[in-house]
């Protein structure tokens, strides 16, 4: 994605009344969440130990920000990419019980982004994980969890109108499940990313299921790391997959918005297989993945939302920056400038 100017933009917010705003989504938001999914606040950490496998590697691809720790001998730290893994070893340790769980925010540095619209350097989310049955891990479930994660959006977008009228709901009333598969049928000639805008814009709001897992044309749809959202799992739409990301569209930027990914989390078995996959056999003696292999973990479901995209989308802004602070390029500063964009 390359930076998008739109066409006559102009802000609804000043920076000054946009900072209030930010404020009252996100403190509004955690609250809500945690009331519709049963979740706790949870203190997390900013970086891992290197070697431990907790910090999510994403695609597999992207470098982590690393430094030496004097104290600990040189050994290396991690800041973390995010918190997938390390919350569901917090489950565990915590004994959550089924039904319930926690949340946290998670403050990440991407130094390997493409600096864009929504792609910064800063990244900061509510990582939240979930407790489940056994019984649990199933799409029904995974469906349920999306609804409620979606009304709890729809809510605060209601907020929003009622606080700046001119700022006009743009959702749907409901949001819709599709699968991976379903979108490269339908849509064979285009990219990915094209795929999901073009759902995206007829549709309003979806939930694109099965991420990670080859399709028929023998490449995923996107990349996900093989250790922490199931992807291989046969699901009872008769395709594979139990993760997915919440995707929106949105006007302003006229693309698609992936504003969540999130999944049941890998079984012993489907772990096993991910990594076989995606030949990551050697993870299997990093101490996380020996506690997943060995039953210590509980089965759950999580995800991340993302604080500046959910504020970027409510607030119906251009760019990521004008939510968040971060660093840009000068020339992309100075084309958003002359286009009326603003960035904190």
Not at 173 to 183: D, G, P, R
């Amino acid at each position: 994605m390359s930076l998008i100017i739109p066409a006559r933009y102009k802000r609804k917010l000043l920076p000054e009344t946009t900072e209030t705003a930010i404020k009252t989504i996100k403190d509004t938001f955690q609250r809500r969440l945690a009331e519709e999914l049963n979740l706790r606040r949870v203190t997390a950490p900013l970086f891992v130990l290197s070697g431990t496998g907790l910090n999510d590697d994403l695609n597999g691809v992207e470098r982590a920000v690393t430094f030496p720790v004097k104290d600990l001998g040189d050994r290396r730290a991690e800041v973390v990419h995010s918190l997938a893994k390390w919350k569901r070893a917090k489950l565990g340790a915590y004994d959550i019980a089924p039904g319930f769980g926690l949340y946290t925010d998670m403050n990440a540095i991407r130094a390997d982004e493409e600096l864009d619209n929504l792609h910064s350097l800063y990244v900061d989310q509510w990582d939240w994980e979930k407790t489940i049955n056994d019984t649990d891990r199933n799409l029904d479930y995974l469906k349920a969890t999306v609804k409620s994660i979606y009304k709890v959006v729809k809510e605060i977008e209601l907020m929003i109108y009622k606080m700046f009228p001119h700022i006009t709901p743009r959702l749907p009333e409901n949001i819709t499940f599709i699968h991976t598969e379903q979108l490269l049928q339908r849509y064979p000639d285009m990219t990915p990313t094209e795929r999901e805008s073009a759902a995206a814009k007829e549709y309003g709001a979806i939930f694109l299921i099965g991420i990670g897992a080859p399709l028929s044309d023998g490449k995923p749809h996107d990349g996900r790391a093989p250790d922490y959202d199931d992807w291989i799992t046969p699901n009872s739409d008769g395709y594979t997959g139990l993760n997915g990301d919440i995707i929106l569209y949105d006007s302003v930027l006229d693309r698609c918005f992936e504003l969540s990914s999130m999944g049941i989390r890998v079984s012993p078995q489907s772990l096993e297989k991910q990594l076989e996959m995606r030949n990551a056999q050697d993870r299997r003696n990093l101490a996380f993945h020996r506690s997943l292999l060995s039953g210590e973990l509980p089965a759950s479901i999580g995800g991340g939302i993302g604080q500046s995209r959910l504020c970027m989308f409510l607030l119906q802004k251009a760019h990521i920056g004008e939510v968040q602070a971060s660093i840009w390029p000068e020339e992309q500063i100075e084309e958003c400038r002359k286009a009326g964009i603003e960035l904190l």
